[in-house]
């Protein structure tokens, strides 16, 4: 892997072109998509928070392990990267 | 191995010792963190009475290393482990600056007490809308905000970092020296009590992004007289999600010392045990290590 080198990754299905070395919160950022979980109770839209891997914010389910926090994660040619409990505010979920 | 230590540090506001808290950065007292610590400090205070020398003040183990990196000296090292807090070598520094514009934590700052008289410059970034000068003066500020006195503006610099980013370096007496972390080109009133209850009055916004409590929830549970953290935990969920506590501690600790009459000391701190952060049942048992 040479750092910078596009990658594909697979949000919900989607194909999204990353930057090999960078975290999937970043590359899902540069693609638009803001959101990565729902919250529990609120159902609310989240996105990343602190970005450095602390709140939990931006926790998704990576090649099916759930709660992975997207930004300490750097993107694998081939990731899939999955809402947890799925997309509620349509397919672009931007 | 596992990577619990680098970045399960939870201080939690126990701000005892080389605090890595989750209190963003509280100033050390001047004097005393002259002993050492992280850095090292009391080198980079002796050398900068030859050259200016970068003093960092990185509290927090997280992924980040543009100090390093920026650094063509090679004087400040993070290391292989990205959250490993960084050590400069104040002998190998030329005061260039680049690590104080890059720093995305304003952790980093330049000291140069070559003028003697009991003065330092002290060089710290700013990035706010209006354009400091040279030859006028401006507030230092700690790392919590808080006014130190003023200054006069040696020099203004826009030296790497983002484009907005630019140095300032303040004459300040050497007493400040090393708690000045900031600069304010004029006053703010937000310590204003009744600003202060305006902005608060705003509308409720979330304490505990975990269990997503929202302020009115924490002040009506803390209404209900508990006399402890612990409680007042156990009472709201407050607290008590994935991130431990990490990001609303500090400010449940302030309201609920304000309902109870009670000091935030006395009122005790949260009992964070490990793992300090999810970890998968196998790597607890040796058989992954990837950092998931
Ligand atoms: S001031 Fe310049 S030489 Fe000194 S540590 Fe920072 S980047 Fe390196
Ligand atoms: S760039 Fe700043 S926040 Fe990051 S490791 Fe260096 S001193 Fe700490
Ligand atoms: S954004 Fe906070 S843990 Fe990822």
Request: hydrophobic content about 20%; proline content about 5%.
């Given at each position: 892997m040479v750092a910078g080198e596009e990658v594909t990754i697979f949000v919900d299905g989607r194909r999204v072109t990353a930057r090999a070395g960078e975290p999937v919160a970043a590359a899902l950022y540069a693609a638009g998509i803001r959101t990565t979980r729902f919250s529990r109770r609120r159902g609310e839209a989240r996105g990343p928070f602190c970005m450095v891997g602390r709140c939990t914010e931006c926790v998704m389910t990576v090649d099916g392990v759930?709660?992975?926090?997207?930004?300490?994660t750097p993107v694998r040619d081939g990731m899939r990267v999955e809402t947890p409990g799925g997309r509620r505010h349509g397919p672009s979920g931007a | 191995m596992l990577r619990l230590r680098k970045t399960g540090t939870?201080?939690?506001?126990?701000?005892?010792?080389k605090g890595k808290g989750a209190d963003g950065g509280r100033p050390r007292e001047g004097g005393e963190s002259l002993a050492g610590g992280h850095g090292d400090w009391a080198r980079a205070w002796e050398v900068s009475r030859r050259k200016a020398v970068a003093v960092i003040d990185c509290?927090?183990?997280?992924?980040?290393?543009p100090c390093e990196t920026a650094c063509s000296k090679g004087a400040i090292r993070v290391g292989e482990d990205i959250c490993a807090l960084p050590v400069s070598d104040p002998e190998a520094c030329d005061g260039c600056g680049r690590c104080v514009a890059v720093c995305p934590g304003m952790a980093v700052f330049l000291l140069d007490r070559r003028a003697g008289g009991g003065m330092a410059a002290v060089t710290v970034p700013y990035e706010m809308g209006e354009e400091p000068r040279a030859g006028e003066e401006a507030r230092a500020v700690d790392g919590e905000g808080k006014e130190l006195g003023k200054g006069k503006i040696l020099k203004v610099t826009a030296a790497g970092g983002t484009a907005a980013t630019k140095l300032v370096t303040l004459e300040v007496p050497e007493e400040w020296a090393l708690k000045v972390r900031g600069v304010r080109l004029r006053e703010i009133f937000i310590e204003e009590a009744e600003e202060v209850e305006g902005y608060r009055g705003a509308g409720d916004c979330i304490v505990c992004r975990c269990e997503e409590i929202v302020r009115s929830e924490v002040e009506e549970t803390a209404g209900h007289g508990f006399r402890s953290l612990a409680a007042l935990r156990r009472a709201s969920r407050v607290g008590l999600g994935y991130c431990q506590g990490r990001f609303c501690l500090e400010p449940l600790r302030r309201e609920l010392a304000e309902k109870s009459g009670r000091t935030v000391e006395e009122l005790g701190f949260g009992s964070p045990r490990p793992p300090l952060r999810p970890v998968r049942l196998s790597r607890l048992g040796g058989g992954d290590v990837r950092d998931t």
């Open positions: 759930e709660n992975v926090r997207t930004c300490t | 939870v201080d939690m506001g126990r701000s005892s010792g509290r927090q183990e997280i992924p980040c290393n």
